[in-house]
């Protein structure tokens, strides 16, 4: 017989458990969904505090979060929503599931930065980014390692670099795609790693094994295009020929013998950007040696190097007539033939081989001008000026060029045209315009900078030829606005000077004139002029402005009146 209770009905209170319970679980699992959608988060207060958490185990971590989630949730569901619609459980799950992203997304939101990495300070800086693994099993550590006792190692051979730092372990560039023909992203996260540490060259490499378990390593260097403009084919990141470890490792000779062979590269690069970055400052005296001692080298050693004898041998005519410009007599004739023969020992078919033509119209035309620097008529070789302008015509359409190398074909046709004019051996026929205006619509690129600003000076000369001196004035300050060599400067704020005496805008002028003089000083510091130059152009200047003075009377005309 059932047990009633005093009011008759039956005794309920063992169920009261379980509803219990009930509750209870429900509580349990809502703080345990709590607890996992607060993973994140707590994740984010711990990197906060400063324990940065590397990118696996953090994804590791949101993952374990994530999976104690979802059970959480799977049971709360089935306990409390078990006998609900479908749609409402589904929109259950949906807002678990926004809770969650949400969470994830503060830690993505707010996850604080990783540290900076140590800026160098000096001009010459070094950073070895790394060896990464291409085939074969590597460890990590000993990669690492091994880039931490390369860059130790070569700090202590390379003269010329300043510092040299491993940010191996601390940076993590995708080197693996050293080994593809794109490297776009690898391209864009150096140059940000370059601008972060102020580095002159980064330098990596890809290592492999065979069967046999030989290990080869194939070294990289990346170079700035903002530290060697004259030479773009040494911009980016490029391959060396590979080095064969013969032990390993393992073996401390054969980390010696490695360090010691990447370092002989590595210098000779440095050496190499050293010697343009002192040819652009004005030395082409010592550029020249210095790029003399690397061929040297080159023809000792035989062996692989990261600069191509032939772009050495290029850069070395250039220097080579540089210093023709200070000569006069037999002296300019000799350097410009040395020129010359460094122009025609590369090969044709070398990637600087088109560079080397395009250098040759060059020197041909310094030969053709003769040692006035000029174009005054009866001075000029005409039948060699005729072959230049043809040749130049054919490599600024040449599409194997490269952009820049077809702008400087452009630039230097068109002071070839207007030579030819200005010598009375052709008339104007438009070709000085054209050939300046496909300069100036080249899109921007480095080292485009002084070829536009020297087509402007051209273009300023055709138009004083022609009487327009308002457009020449126009030109010619675009010119000085754009161009950096202090020499050309003070020839272009020279002629800015007589353009503007002409138009007896004596301001102008005056300004002109000590502007030209402040460049002249700037050259003769820098070595490029000397004091007689500075006096002789100082009295021209005073001569020059007395007699437009009691030309123009008192008739002093500014640009802005005019």
């Not at 403009?229 to 040494?234: A, I, K, N, R, T």
Request: proline fraction near 5%.
């Amino acid at each position: 017989m059932p047990d009633h209770g005093p009011d008759g009905g039956s005794d309920h209170r063992p169920d009261s458990a379980p509803d219990g319970g009930h509750r209870r679980s429900l509580w349990l699992w809502a703080l345990l969904g709590l607890f996992a959608a607060c993973v994140p988060c707590a994740l984010l207060v711990v990197e906060k505090l400063g324990s940065a958490l590397p990118p696996v185990p953090l994804v590791l971590a949101v993952l374990a979060a994530l999976a104690g989630y979802v059970l959480a949730v799977q049971a709360v569901v089935g306990e409390w929503f078990g006998q609900r619609p479908r749609r409402v459980r589904f929109l259950v799950w949906s807002a678990a599931a926004v809770l969650f992203l949400g969470s994830l997304a503060l830690l993505l939101v707010f996850r604080p930065p990783p540290p900076p990495l140590t800026r160098m300070s000096g001009a010459r800086d070094l950073a070895v980014a790394g060896f990464a693994a291409e085939s074969g099993r590597q460890d990590r550590q000993v990669l690492d390692d091994v880039a931490a006792a390369f860059a130790h190692d070569m700090a202590a051979r390379i003269p010329a670099a300043t510092a040299v730092r491993s940010y191996a372990g601390e940076v993590s560039l995708p080197l693996a795609q050293l080994a593809d023909t794109r490297r776009d992203a690898l391209e864009r996260k150096t140059a940000r790693f370059a601008d972060e540490t102020n580095a002159e060259m980064v330098i990596a490499g890809l290592v492999s094994e065979d069967q046999a378990g030989q290990t080869t390593l194939r070294p990289a260097v990346y170079v700035r295009a903002d530290q060697i403009p004259d030479s773009p084919e040494l911009t980016g990141w490029f391959l060396g020929e590979p080095v064969l470890i013969a032990r390993g490792w393992e073996s401390a000779r054969a980390r010696a013998q490695l360090t010691g062979e990447l370092t002989r590269r590595i210098d000779a690069l440095t050496q190499f950007v050293d010697a343009l970055d002192t040819w652009r400052n004005g030395s082409p005296a010592h550029a020249g040696r210095i790029l003399t001692t690397l061929l040297d080298a080159e023809q000792r050693n035989h062996a692989g190097g990261f600069v191509p004898p032939d772009l050495v041998r290029l850069f070395h005519g250039h220097v080579l007539e540089d210093q023709a410009y200070g000569e006069s007599g037999p002296g300019r004739e000799r350097l410009l033939e040395e020129a010359r023969s460094e122009y025609l020992a590369i090969r044709r078919d070398s990637p600087a081989g088109r560079r080397a033509a395009l250098s040759l119209q060059g020197n041909a035309y310094r030969r053709a001008i003769g040692p006035t620097h000029s174009c005054t008529p009866g001075t000029v070789r005409a039948t060699d000026l005729a072959q230049v302008s043809k040749a130049l015509r054919l490599l600024a359409v040449d599409p194997g060029m490269t952009e820049l190398g077809r702008m400087k074909a452009n630039a230097n046709l068109a002071q070839v045209e207007q030579c030819r004019i200005t010598a009375r051996l052709v008339k104007d026929d438009g070709t000085v315009e054209r050939a300046v205006r496909a300069v100036r619509t080249t899109p921007d690129l480095t080292g485009a900078a002084d070829l536009r600003a020297f087509a402007e000076s051209v273009a300023a000369v055709n138009a004083a030829g022609r009487g327009d001196l308002a457009a020449a004035v126009d030109r010619i300050r675009a010119a000085i606005a754009h161009g950096q060599d202090p020499v050309q400067r003070a020839v272009w704020h020279g002629l800015l000077a007589s353009w503007s005496l002409e138009r007896c805008d004596l301001t102008t002028a005056r300004k002109a004139q000590q502007d030209a003089l402040t460049q002249l000083a700037a050259a003769e510091r820098a070595g490029r002029a000397d004091s007689a130059l500075v006096r002789r152009n100082e009295e021209a200047f005073a001569t020059e402005l007395r007699q437009a003075e009691e030309r123009c009377g008192q008739a002093d005309k500014t640009d802005e009146e005019r």
